[in-house]
């Protein structure tokens, strides 16, 4: 794709983004703000690449990523570049794609090291085990988990130490250690979790945090 046509794919996405993230109060007054910043065109990008993916529209979810992907490392939004790696790999991942997902998850995981956010750092490393364990490496899969919910719990994310108990749950049974198992998952069942999905589903999206578009 060349620079031409490049930037008008980029907007012919924003003006889908306007119609197809919309909110309801606030947030809808935000997203298009958003769509009005140049700093925030990465973000929209981003979330609308989501939409897509969750829609099945994955071909498209990849090209919005990497749409994505070159704003925030123009502008040198880190944080916000390490998101829509996350992004990526999930949507390698719905493709079948599992080398691409985990080499770019581990990409993603690098730059939020390096950036310092531990929150987002243990929902990488919860989404990563989950391919570990796709792929039968369970002994990794499982100190991978261990580590996520580390993680979740030194910040206090409460959602996310439950959705990674139920994994591992899940990983611990494998080796039959049963017993185990349903203690984690009694633990995993007292976290708060959102109302429309279980405490055992595989991955979480990263999020940009509110103050991603003046910071790091």
């Known amino acids: 794709m060349n620079a031409e046509s490049a930037y008008v794919f980029r907007h012919a996405l924003l003006r889908d983004a306007a119609y197809q993230l919309q909110l309801p109060g606030d947030r809808a007054l935000s997203i298009h703000r958003k769509l009005a910043d140049a700093n925030g065109e990465g973000v929209v990008l981003g979330r609308l690449a989501i939409l897509y993916k969750d829609t099945g529209r994955l071909d498209l979810a990849e090209r919005t990523c990497e749409s994505a992907l070159a704003i925030n490392r123009e ?12 992004t990526l790999a ?13 080499r770019t998850l581990e990409a993603a995981l690098a730059m939020l090291r390096t950036i310092r956010d531990r929150r ?11 391919m570990y364990q796709l792929s039968g490496r369970i002994e990794l899969a499982e ?4 580590q996520a919910i580390a ?21 611990v049974r494998e080796w039959g250690r049963v017993a185990e198992s349903e203690r984690m998952s009694r633990q ?17 999206c990263l999020r940009v945090q509110e103050d991603a578009q003046g910071s790091a």
């Open 75 to 86: 502008r040198r939004k880190r944080r916000a570049e390490a998101v829509a790696l996350g």
């Open 151 to 171: 993680i979740h719990r030194e910040v206090g994310d409460r959602t996310g130490e439950g959705v990674d108990l139920g994994n591992l749950a899940g990983v």
């Open 120 to 130: 987002s750092e243990g929902i990488a490393l919860g989404n990563l085990a989950g």
């Open 143 to 146: 100190l991978t988990f261990a």
């Open 90 to 102: 999930s949507v390698y991942q719905a493709q079948g794609r599992i080398d691409d997902a985990e």
């Open 188 to 204: 995993a069942a007292r976290a708060p979790r959102r109302p429309d999905r279980p405490h055992h589903h595989r991955s979480r």
